[in-house]
């Protein structure tokens, strides 16, 4: 009994050690490095209170990997030539990779990143992401991305849900999924600035959009995902 409740205990440690990292967002990460200023967020201050324009607003909110709602507290990173440059001026995936005929979805989970690429190799758009957290206590075991090579084989709506979680009965909003190895998805979702899902790529809705209606294929010769 005693070495059961240890494990137990251990295992409770290792979950909170694991949201400790993960409460380190992408954007406090980029404070420290030459090109961003970091702000911190004041009471009652928003996406558009700070940005109106909404295209400087869209480069902010990439750069830090999150949509979801600021709180008094958060740190931001904020690009010193914001008024200058476009969303792909700050791609962090190469612009041109081998080109092999066929469109790719290359995800990096260390850069919290997705690139899609032309046939031609070329990257022709980019977006933040939020991969597995490592472990999910719901249901008591870890919950990675998958890494490796893929292809989607199956998409859906905007009403898209999943037929798993919330535990026990599912519903969780999954709009326009796209899934690539089992249950595992990109899909549109809010995004906190760190790797929060059970394993699915969440992505900016309009992202899960554009790539759900305009660039992913399906079925024995869907588009290529390489998760890394």
């Given at each position: 009994?005693?070495?059961?409740?240890l494990?137990?205990?251990?295992?409770?440690?290792?979950?909170?050690?694991?949201?400790?990292?993960?409460?380190?967002?992408?954007?406090?990460?980029?404070?420290?490095?030459?090109?961003?200023t970091?702000?911190?967020?004041?009471?009652?201050?928003?996406?558009?209170?700070?940005?109106?324009?909404?295209?400087?607003?869209?480069?902010?909110?990439?750069?830090?990997?999150?949509?979801?709602y600021?709180?008094r507290?958060?740190?931001?990173?904020v690009?010193?030539?914001?008024?200058?440059?476009?969303?792909?001026?700050?791609?962090?995936?190469?612009?041109?990779?081998p080109?092999?005929g066929?469109?790719?979805?290359?995800?990096?989970?260390?850069?919290?990143?997705?690139?899609?690429?032309?046939?031609?190799?070329?990257l022709?758009h980019?977006g933040?992401?939020?991969?597995?957290?490592?472990?999910?206590?719901?249901?008591?075991?870890?919950?990675n991305?998958?890494r490796?090579?893929?292809?989607?084989?199956?998409?859906?709506?905007r009403?898209?849900?999943s037929?798993?979680?919330?535990?026990?009965h599912?519903?969780?909003p999954?709009?326009?999924?796209?899934?690539?190895k089992?249950?595992y998805?990109?899909?549109?979702?809010?995004?906190?600035?760190?790797?929060?899902?059970?394993?699915?790529?969440?992505m900016?809705?309009?992202?899960?959009?554009?790539?759900n209606?305009?660039?992913?294929?399906?079925?024995?010769?869907?588009?290529?995902?390489i998760?890394?």
């Amino acid at each position: 009994m005693l070495k059961r409740q240890l494990l137990i205990c251990l295992a409770l440690i290792l979950a909170l050690s694991s949201c400790a990292i993960m409460a380190r967002t992408y954007g406090k990460r980029l404070c420290a490095r030459p090109g961003y200023t970091c702000i911190q967020i004041k009471r009652g201050q928003t996406w558009h209170k700070l940005w109106s324009d909404p295209q400087k607003r869209r480069i902010v909110m990439r750069i830090n990997r999150t949509n979801n709602y600021l709180y008094r507290g958060l740190i931001i990173a904020v690009p010193n030539n914001l008024t200058d440059i476009t969303h792909m001026d700050v791609a962090p995936l190469p612009y041109s990779r081998p080109a092999n005929g066929k469109r790719a979805i290359v995800i990096s989970m260390a850069k919290q990143a997705f690139g899609a690429y032309d046939k031609n190799g070329y990257l022709v758009h980019w977006g933040p992401i939020s991969g597995g957290k490592g472990y999910c206590p719901d249901i008591g075991r870890a919950c990675n991305t998958p890494r490796g090579k893929y292809r989607v084989f199956r998409k859906g709506t905007r009403a898209c849900e999943s037929d798993k979680y919330p535990i026990p009965h599912g519903g969780a909003p999954m709009p326009y999924c796209m899934f690539f190895k089992g249950g595992y998805a990109m899909h549109g979702s809010p995004m906190p600035g760190y790797h929060a899902s059970h394993g699915c790529v969440r992505m900016f809705f309009e992202d899960a959009q554009w790539l759900n209606k305009n660039f992913i294929s399906v079925g024995a010769r869907g588009t290529r995902v390489i998760v890394s």
